[in-house]
RNA sequence: CGGGGCGUAGCGCAGCCCGGUAGCGCGCCUGCUUUGGGAGCAGGAUGUCGGAGGUUCAAAUCCUCUCGCCCCGACCA
């Protein structure tokens, strides 16, 4: 295609409203253009990364034996009420109201209208394992949508969802997905791992994010430097310390830390470690509260507390609880003379002794407080986020965190939805069964966002070959008909020998040419001018790198297929 | 929802404190020259100053309300 005709508003400028490096050049190399918080609008050239990022997608899923359909964007209220999600979902699940005021949504997700489908169409064993996808705009009315692409309210995503007679074989279609997804991602290009993930609204018990390893990403991972463990912190677990400390006990003292709330205080004035101090956070779980003992130097994982304590949604009591539950303002809690709520503790508290802990009235701590002899704890469990140093759960080596975009997540969720929808299928014995369900989501305009996170410079965006808007630009630095001439030719070639070709035929200076190309990120640029025509040749620049060789243009397309097949990531 | 910031030409911004005919750079249009890393000269177009109300002889500027957007946090496939 011709620049001429595409419509390509590159920015010299950085815009304002962009932070992050994908959404900025996104913006600058004119893919997206914004119309609402969290909602865009596709330019020609963004669309085409889409496309190309859909293809490999759908290559993929039919390798894996996925079919496509394609379902509503608007499902009624029914179906979300069957599975308890019409209340359960909240304020993230854009509702509306047709002219005959029934409830409708828009789907963030589609396990409810994918299970009504299977129960009305699907009725033997025989016809399993299914599973079907769709690539498909979903929306979810995010609290707040940021960087661009990377965490948009409307949003392009793959789904998927499997169906089972029994576990073994969702296992092996999750398996698929998981082996399906990791193609893919190492199609797009993309530094990735894999780690384990907490389930979240979708629901069921095992589950796995793809992470593209990148400092804006908005996830933490923690990971064996030795072994092949690695979870979101959400998730990662962390092992109860094995060595009792045996320091002889010293007697409960109370000592007055006037105005000293924060774990940074008490330590600072009391001129000790934060691992000497326990800190009692008091949570709210549901209608009940619970006072949570952790380690100063440990941070309380509200997902695995949320777990234990088996509900959806945990949150820091507000100050009134606290004083209502303590007897003092915020900052002085203590696990003795508790009385009103169950006292939850770490791991790790079992095995520090002669701590400082709050007295439970202001202004005032215990030092030498110890388990068992000053105070009790109801339950002792894993409650706090893995740190980098931590011995792996699982396998050797320690855990090392780093930051990710979760761009893809598996999810096996057994029977959740099946038996909520009643979506059931005859054994061979003719005996009526529950669906054993899957489901799998890719974000496709995150996977855009994550592949330039990981790849751009100083001047732009380097695409990785299989998604690149195209393959190569071709860039007329001259207006002469030599030139010219040379150009149609090529790009003629080029569009034979199979290759996307973007032909910068705009009459502008050279300069705004090749910066632009630079700031598009497309991986090869040829460069057809008076001058190198002079000495017989066209000149080719490697994106990535910038390498520049001069090739004569009748050895161009075998010269391109050459590099092609030693770039990295190669042609499909 | 809490905290912070911003809405002035297509983009980036100044002007606002201290009220007095709306500016700069880039981009855009026309012409000429130029043409291998964001050209030069000359001419030109483009604004409900986010919106509503108020104060005032006079509001981009002051006051009130409101809408939108960005960042941090809470939240989240």
Known sequence: MKTSQLLIPTLRDDPGEAETVSHRLMLRAGLI????????????????????????IREEMTRAGAQELLMPIASPAELWKETGRWDYYGKELLRFKDRHERDFCLGPTHEEVITDLFRREVRSYRQLPLNFYQIQTKFRDEIRPRFGLMRGREFIMKDAYSFDLDEAGAKVSYQNMYDAYTRIFTRCGLTFRAVEADTGLIGGDVSHEFMVLADTGEALVAYSDQGSYAANLERAEVLPPTEADTTALLPLTPIATPQRRTVEEVTAFLQITPRQLVKT?????????VAVLIRGDHEVNEVKLARLLKVTDVA??????????TGCPPGFAGPIGLQQVRILADWAVRGVTNVVIGANKADTHYQNANLDRDFTVEEFADLRNAQAGDPSPRGPGVLTLARGIEVGQVFLLGTKYSQKMNATILDEHGKERLAIMGCYGIGVGRTAAAAIEQHHDDKGIIWPFPIAPFHLHLLTVSQSEKTTSTATRLYSELAAAGFDVLWDDRPDRAGVKFNDADLIGIPFQIVVGDKGLADGIVEMKIRRGGTKLRVAPGDLVAHIRTLCSETDPPVA
């Open 33 to 56: 253009r914004k119309v609402a918080a969290g909602i865009y609008t596709y330019l020609p050239l963004g669309l085409r990364i889409i496309r190309k990022i859909e293809q490999i």
């Open 316 to 325: 820091l009591a507000d100050p009134e609880t606290v004083q209502r539950l």
């Open 281 to 289: 956070l008091l949570y709210r779980a549901g209608t009940e509260s």
